[in-house]
Protein backbone atom coordinates (compact mmCIF):
# COMPACT_ATOMS: atom_id res chain seq x y z
CA UNK A 1 0.00 0.00 0.00
CA UNK A 2 1.48 3.40 -1.17
CA UNK A 3 0.58 7.17 0.17
CA UNK A 4 -2.63 8.08 -0.74
CA UNK A 5 -3.22 10.65 -3.89
CA UNK A 6 -5.73 12.52 -5.24
CA UNK A 7 -6.38 9.92 -8.76
CA UNK A 8 -8.15 10.25 -11.98
CA UNK A 9 -8.29 8.86 -15.06
CA UNK A 10 -7.85 10.11 -18.74
CA UNK A 11 -7.28 10.25 -22.13
CA UNK A 12 -4.84 12.39 -23.61
CA UNK A 13 -5.24 13.91 -27.20
CA UNK A 14 -3.04 12.77 -29.86
CA UNK A 15 -0.17 14.97 -31.20
CA UNK A 16 -2.40 16.26 -34.36
CA UNK A 17 -5.12 16.77 -32.15
CA UNK A 18 -3.10 19.00 -30.32
CA UNK A 19 -1.14 20.65 -33.00
CA UNK A 20 -4.54 21.29 -33.99
CA UNK A 21 -5.97 22.74 -31.17
CA UNK A 22 -2.44 24.98 -30.93
CA UNK A 23 -2.71 26.40 -34.15
CA UNK A 24 -6.30 26.98 -33.76
CA UNK A 25 -6.03 28.71 -30.51
CA UNK A 26 -3.00 31.12 -32.51
CA UNK A 27 -5.30 32.80 -34.66
CA UNK A 28 -6.45 34.87 -32.01
CA UNK A 29 -3.13 37.15 -31.08
CA UNK A 30 -5.23 39.47 -29.37
CA UNK A 31 -4.28 37.78 -26.37
CA UNK A 32 -6.28 35.33 -23.45
CA UNK A 33 -7.04 38.19 -21.64
CA UNK A 34 -7.81 37.25 -17.47
CA UNK A 35 -8.23 33.14 -17.64
CA UNK A 36 -5.73 31.01 -16.38
CA UNK A 37 -5.36 29.09 -19.10
CA UNK A 38 -4.33 24.89 -18.82
CA UNK A 39 -0.76 24.43 -19.79
CA UNK A 40 -0.63 21.76 -23.31
CA UNK A 41 0.71 18.64 -21.35
CA UNK A 42 -2.01 18.58 -18.38
CA UNK A 43 -4.13 18.52 -21.84
CA UNK A 44 -6.52 15.66 -20.86
CA UNK A 45 -10.50 14.39 -21.15
CA UNK A 46 -11.08 12.99 -17.95
CA UNK A 47 -13.44 9.99 -17.66
CA UNK A 48 -13.37 9.11 -13.65
CA UNK A 49 -12.48 11.29 -10.02
CA UNK A 50 -11.24 8.92 -7.37
CA UNK A 51 -10.60 11.52 -4.90
CA UNK A 52 -8.05 10.13 -2.00
CA UNK A 53 -7.29 7.01 -2.95
CA UNK A 54 -4.29 4.50 -2.69
CA UNK A 55 -2.49 4.15 -6.39
CA UNK A 56 -1.65 0.76 -6.08
CA UNK A 57 -4.92 -0.22 -5.22
CA UNK A 58 -6.95 2.27 -7.49
CA UNK A 59 -4.33 0.49 -10.68
CA UNK A 60 -5.58 -3.01 -9.64
CA UNK A 61 -9.15 -2.29 -9.82
CA UNK A 62 -8.60 -0.25 -12.91
CA UNK A 63 -7.09 -3.06 -15.28
CA UNK A 64 -9.49 -5.75 -14.16
CA UNK A 65 -12.31 -3.00 -15.06
CA UNK A 66 -9.91 -2.27 -18.34
CA UNK A 67 -9.29 -5.88 -19.68
CA UNK A 68 -10.61 -6.51 -23.12
CA UNK A 69 -12.48 -3.45 -23.67
CA UNK A 70 -11.93 -1.65 -26.96
CA UNK A 71 -9.71 1.56 -28.09
CA UNK A 72 -12.38 4.42 -28.58
CA UNK A 73 -12.55 6.87 -31.25
CA UNK A 74 -12.17 10.69 -30.23
CA UNK A 75 -12.08 14.11 -32.01
CA UNK A 76 -12.13 17.90 -30.62
CA UNK A 77 -15.15 19.69 -31.63
CA UNK A 78 -16.60 22.43 -30.62
CA UNK A 79 -16.46 24.50 -27.38
CA UNK A 80 -18.64 25.14 -24.41
CA UNK A 81 -18.43 26.85 -20.67
CA UNK A 82 -19.01 25.53 -17.36
CA UNK A 83 -19.35 28.32 -14.63
CA UNK A 84 -15.97 29.54 -14.93
CA UNK A 85 -14.50 27.17 -17.24
CA UNK A 86 -14.05 27.13 -21.12
CA UNK A 87 -13.44 23.76 -22.40
CA UNK A 88 -13.51 22.19 -25.76
CA UNK A 89 -15.86 19.64 -26.49
CA UNK A 90 -15.59 15.40 -27.81
CA UNK A 91 -17.48 13.31 -30.36
CA UNK A 92 -16.70 10.22 -29.66
CA UNK A 93 -17.62 6.73 -30.24
CA UNK A 94 -16.74 4.10 -27.44
CA UNK A 95 -15.53 6.54 -25.07
CA UNK A 96 -18.24 6.66 -22.76
CA UNK A 97 -18.91 2.90 -22.43
CA UNK A 98 -14.43 3.02 -21.24
CA UNK A 99 -15.25 5.93 -18.56
CA UNK A 100 -18.76 3.96 -17.47
CA UNK A 101 -16.48 0.98 -17.13
CA UNK A 102 -14.10 2.49 -14.37
CA UNK A 103 -16.16 5.34 -13.11
CA UNK A 104 -16.69 5.52 -9.29
CA UNK A 105 -19.39 3.44 -8.17
CA UNK A 106 -21.06 6.84 -6.25
CA UNK A 107 -20.81 8.72 -9.52
CA UNK A 108 -23.88 10.38 -9.83
CA UNK A 109 -22.99 13.05 -12.99
CA UNK A 110 -23.97 11.91 -16.33
CA UNK A 111 -20.28 11.46 -18.29
CA UNK A 112 -19.57 15.04 -20.44
CA UNK A 113 -16.31 14.76 -22.23
CA UNK A 114 -14.35 17.62 -22.32
CA UNK A 115 -10.70 19.03 -22.49
CA UNK A 116 -10.79 21.96 -19.99
CA UNK A 117 -8.88 24.84 -21.57
CA UNK A 118 -8.94 27.62 -19.10
CA UNK A 119 -10.60 28.81 -16.14
CA UNK A 120 -11.43 32.22 -14.35
CA UNK A 121 -14.66 34.11 -13.39
CA UNK A 122 -14.22 36.55 -16.71
CA UNK A 123 -17.57 35.52 -18.46
CA UNK A 124 -16.95 37.53 -21.20
CA UNK A 125 -13.88 36.29 -21.80
CA UNK A 126 -14.70 32.76 -21.59
CA UNK A 127 -17.80 33.27 -23.94
CA UNK A 128 -15.75 35.39 -26.55
CA UNK A 129 -13.47 32.57 -26.87
CA UNK A 130 -16.67 29.96 -26.80
CA UNK A 131 -17.52 31.71 -29.76
CA UNK A 132 -14.30 31.87 -31.29
CA UNK A 133 -13.46 28.28 -31.18
CA UNK A 134 -17.22 27.38 -31.67
CA UNK A 135 -16.12 25.69 -35.18
CA UNK A 136 -13.29 24.06 -34.47
CA UNK A 137 -12.53 20.31 -34.94
CA UNK A 138 -9.66 18.19 -35.01
CA UNK A 139 -8.60 15.05 -36.37
CA UNK A 140 -10.04 12.16 -35.02
CA UNK A 141 -7.57 9.73 -33.20
CA UNK A 142 -7.41 6.25 -31.72
CA UNK A 143 -7.22 6.76 -27.75
CA UNK A 144 -5.48 3.67 -27.31
CA UNK A 145 -4.73 3.54 -23.32
CA UNK A 146 -6.58 4.87 -20.39
CA UNK A 147 -3.73 6.73 -17.55
CA UNK A 148 -4.22 6.80 -14.22
CA UNK A 149 -3.07 10.35 -13.11
CA UNK A 150 -2.38 11.83 -10.11
CA UNK A 151 -3.30 15.69 -8.60
CA UNK A 152 -0.72 17.36 -6.86
CA UNK A 153 -0.47 20.91 -5.92
CA UNK A 154 1.67 22.59 -7.64
CA UNK A 155 5.10 23.71 -5.58
CA UNK A 156 6.96 25.36 -7.54
CA UNK A 157 5.35 29.50 -6.73
CA UNK A 158 5.19 29.95 -10.81
CA UNK A 159 1.74 28.58 -11.37
CA UNK A 160 -1.34 27.97 -9.53
CA UNK A 161 -3.49 24.81 -9.86
CA UNK A 162 -2.49 21.46 -10.05
CA UNK A 163 0.15 19.58 -11.57
CA UNK A 164 -0.70 16.08 -13.01
CA UNK A 165 1.71 12.81 -13.42
CA UNK A 166 1.26 9.36 -14.71
CA UNK A 167 0.71 7.06 -11.92
CA UNK A 168 0.26 3.88 -14.62
CA UNK A 169 -0.80 3.52 -18.00
CA UNK A 170 -3.45 1.09 -19.29
CA UNK A 171 -3.35 -0.22 -22.96
CA UNK A 172 -6.79 -0.72 -24.68
CA UNK A 173 -7.88 -3.42 -27.18
CA UNK A 174 -7.26 -1.96 -30.81
CA UNK A 175 -10.53 -1.34 -32.42
CA UNK A 176 -11.05 -4.77 -34.80
Do not use: N
Not at 48 to 66: E, I, N, V
Not at 101 to 113: H, S, T
Request: hydrophobic share 40%.
Amino acid sequence: MSDPARLFTAVTPSAAAISALREELGRYPSGRGPLRWVEVPQWHITLGFYGMDDPGTRASWLKARLAGLRAPTVQLVGTGSFPGVLWVGVREHGLTEVADAIRPEDEKRPFRPHLTLARGRAFGTIERWRRLLAEFESPAWTATEVVLFRSDRAEDGRRAGPRYSVVERFPLDSPG
